[in-house]
């Protein structure tokens, strides 16, 4: 149960990612991604990706980072992990 953090989610089936942070625990933030009344990127690529047998499931999360002092370094760090992995979810 870890808050406050850089998140990686990785598509069992076909090996797409991306990358989000959260103030909340990961549990709860892994659950809006499963909610159809969401616009999430995660949720449409699980729903239609063709290597997939089940939805968005917690292992397929993984911490990057944590414990960060404020919401600007959490942010900071997520737009250099973005850039560093470049992921295909992530097109802002």
Known sequence: MRANLIYQFECHGCKATYIGETYRHLCKRVSEHSQMSRNSSVL?????????????????????????????????????????????????
């Open 44 to 92: 449409f690529h699980s729903l239609k990706c063709k290597s997939r047998k089940n939805k968005v499931n917690i292992n397929e999360f993984k911490i990057l980072s944590c414990g960060f002092v404020n919401t600007f370094e959490r942010l900071v760090r997520e737009t250099l992990s973005i850039r560093r992995v470049n992921p295909i979810f992530n097109k802002q």
